[in-house]
């Protein structure tokens, strides 16, 4: 069964400081794993996207990484600030029927 | 950059009676999806449409239906409400089906319905 798995499932940082976020899925066939970052009540935004053949991609104060032998990823948040505060999500696409698998999420707050 | 616009943002409804989300895809987009997401739930897909016809069904209910139009602008339809399906109801489109290896769906900001 394809699943996306995040941990933690919340966490609660001050600001100023860096948080790494986990994502572990089992999906086949992989085609590519993006972060998302979805304030409350508010669409996803996507943050990054990698595909098999990337293992690092940078966005502003985040990096993503992915392990595609092992099927990890994990989102880096350097130097976080108030609005980091969020949840974020790691999706993973299947090739072929190009499905969305969400993961359950990681919420983040920054506290000042 | 225009976005995917849904409407309206906020829904309220009483049991049993029915409800109209609507969604208009960013331009040229011809694929819109539809997902329901509960409190503290990764969105669920209910369904998908390419070119005005259903390109893919997930875990929509017999009483909600959908369908897109000429301008690709697309409507979900539920009836017979109940409390459960209170939740937040986003739009996403793509452009031919999202196919290729960055096949992104963009999201709209969400209808968030709550039935009484």
């Known amino acids: 069964k394809n699943q996306v798995e995040q941990s933690p499932q919340s966490l609660i940082i001050l600001e100023g400081k860096n948080c790494t976020l986990q994502c572990n899925y089992t999906v086949s066939p992989f085609s590519n794993l993006r972060w998302y970052k979805q304030d409350t009540g508010r669409g996803p935004v996507s943050l990054t996207i990698m595909t098999f053949s990337e293992n690092t991609k940078s966005n502003g104060r985040y990096t993503a990484t992915l392990d595609a032998d092992t099927k990890q990823s994990s989102l880096h948040i350097t130097a976080s600030q108030l609005s980091d505060s969020a949840s974020y999500i790691c999706v993973v696409t299947t090739s072929g029927t190009y499905k969305y698998i969400f993961g359950t999420g990681t919420r983040l707050k920054v506290l000042a | 950059a225009a976005g995917v616009i849904q409407s309206p943002r906020h829904l309220i409804k009483e049991k049993r009676e029915t409800a109209t989300l609507k969604c208009y895809p960013i331009p040229r987009h011809d694929t819109v999806y539809w997902y329901q997401q509960g409190p503290g739930q990764d969105p669920q897909f209910l369904i998908s449409?390419?070119?005005?016809?259903?390109?893919d069904k997930g875990s929509i209910p017999d009483r909600f239906s959908a369908q897109q139009f000429s301008d690709y602008h697309s409507e979900l339809n539920m009836s017979s409400l109940e409390l459960g399906d209170s939740a937040l109801y986003f739009c996403?489109?793509?452009?031919?089906?999202?196919?290729?290896?960055?096949?992104?769906?963009?999201f709209g900001p969400g209808t968030r319905l709550t039935v009484l």
């Open positions: 996403a489109s793509s452009l031919g089906l999202g196919r290729g290896s960055y096949n992104e769906q963009f």
């Open positions: 449409f390419y070119e005005k016809m259903q390109s």
